[in-house]
């Protein structure tokens, strides 16, 4: 009985919860993002736009990792089905704990005249739908599978500590400590490990409760280089367009698969 409870209640909150591909952003949200050894961090899974969504339940069908690391010792994430927040563990060490969660495959169909379209062009991806167009696809009915990869950084006592490379197919990385920085921030975007170029990412600053939005591009050695104000929460999310794999083709008949990278964090407040 329990089971089927559980399992009503994750119906039940999916069909509350925007579709991921309905909504632009994915995110791990901290509800505090600092803490100490021994007491628990919790985080949501959100699922929204600028910075303000619903919070997603853990599903296992749709995750393919979700893990906690600091230093050099990496622990998964355990969760049941339905967990709201989804992201309930007590730090092992001191640090920057590095959360983590990469969702499985998912699919969308741009079903209306001008939606893909609209789509790329809001995030930068111009050269997609030139290629598109050239290939002579459809600008309807089009088919597009789509995965997120999502981290967060959560200060544990006063130690200092350091963003690393997961090994996920897309990933940022922070370069300056927010917790320890007191001048601008920098980030790098990495796809399949090496630095990318000229990619358009949005950053979203939560100060006061006030969201605002700035669009950037990275340098040629995948950097940008971040203002926000002490004690506010960032998110950074970019978008790569890649064409489908020769299995998603047959199988789905997708046009192209997105890639969604996110990173959020906090504003070590002024002394």
């Known amino acids: 009985m329990r089971g089927m409870r559980l399992i009503g209640k994750c119906c039940l909150l999916l069909m509350c919860?925007?579709?991921?591909?309905?909504?632009?952003?994915?995110?791990?949200e901290p509800l505090a993002y600092q803490g100490q050894?021994?007491?628990?961090?919790?985080?949501?899974?959100?699922?929204?736009?600028?910075?303000?969504?619903?919070?997603?339940p853990y599903i296992p069908d749709n995750t393919q990792?979700?893990?906690?690391?600091?230093?050099?010792?990496?622990?998964?994430?355990?969760?049941?089905?339905?967990?709201?927040?989804?992201?309930?563990?007590?730090p092992f060490a001191n640090g920057l704990a590095i959360l983590s969660h990469v969702t499985s495959i998912f699919f969308l169909e741009y079903r209306e005249a001008g939606k893909f379209a609209a789509f790329l062009e809001a995030?930068?991806?111009d050269g997609v739908l030139e290629q598109h167009r050239r290939q002579g696809l459809p600008?309807?009915?089009?088919?597009?599978?789509?995965?997120?990869?999502?981290?967060?950084?959560?200060?544990?006592?006063?130690?200092?500590?350091?963003?690393?490379?997961?090994?996920?197919?897309?990933?940022?990385?922070?370069?300056s400590d927010?917790?320890?920085?007191?001048?601008?921030?920098?980030?790098?975007?990495f796809w399949k490990g090496a630095p990318l170029a000229d990619a358009q990412i949005r950053q979203f600053t939560r100060?006061?409760?006030q969201v605002n939005e700035t669009v950037l591009r990275t340098d040629a050695q995948g950097r940008v280089y971040l203002?926000?104000?002490?004690?506010?929460?960032?998110?950074?999310?970019?978008?790569?367009?890649?064409?489908p794999s020769p299995g998603l083709l047959a199988a789905r008949g997708v046009s192209w698969k997105s890639h969604w990278a996110s990173v959020t964090f906090a504003v070590a407040p002024a002394n």
């Not at 919860?17 to 791990?28: D, R, T």
């Not at 927010?178 to 975007?189: K, N, V, W």
């Open 17 to 28: 919860l925007p579709s991921l591909g309905q909504a632009h952003e994915f995110w791990i």
């Open 37 to 56: 050894i021994g007491e628990p961090i919790s985080a949501n899974l959100k699922v929204g736009q600028h910075f303000k969504g619903d919070s997603y």
């Open 65 to 90: 990792s979700f893990a906690i690391r600091i230093g050099d010792e990496t622990h998964n994430l355990e969760a049941r089905i339905g967990d709201i927040p989804a992201v309930r563990v007590t």
């Open 123 to 125: 995030e930068g991806q």
């Open 139 to 175: 600008m309807v009915g089009v088919k597009e599978a789509y995965q997120r990869f999502a981290k967060s950084l959560v200060q544990i006592g006063t130690q200092p500590g350091a963003d690393r490379l997961l090994g996920l197919e897309f990933e940022w990385l922070l370069e």
């Open 178 to 189: 927010p917790y320890q920085s007191s001048g601008p921030l920098q980030a790098r975007l």
């Open 207 to 209: 100060y006061r409760g």
């Open 227 to 243: 203002n926000a104000n002490p004690g506010s929460e960032v998110l950074l999310n970019a978008v790569r367009m890649t064409p």
